[in-house]
């Protein structure tokens, strides 16, 4: 059975391949805040930057080592 391969409380850097400009995101390390259950086959997450006030729910593909 495969496991998350990001843990609780890890910094990561966002790469969504939608996001064309700065603008769309906000740069810099995001934490992970939780692990979800897999959807279409592949982990989710929700990361948080320090320079947002929301969360993000992102899917491992789109996260990367800080």
């Known amino acids: 059975m495969a496991e998350h391969k990001f843990k609780i409380g890890q910094s990561?850097?966002?790469?969504?391949?939608?996001?064309?400009t700065a603008l769309e995101a906000s740069l810099g390390a995001y934490v992970i805040t939780r692990r979800l259950p897999a959807a279409d086959g592949e982990f989710q997450y929700v990361i948080r930057s320090a320079y947002e006030d929301h969360e993000r729910?992102?899917?491992?593909?789109?996260?990367?080592r800080f």
Do not use: P, Q
């Open 57 to 64: 729910v992102v899917a491992e593909s789109e996260l990367s």
């Open 12 to 20: 990561v850097y966002f790469k969504n391949a939608k996001v064309r």
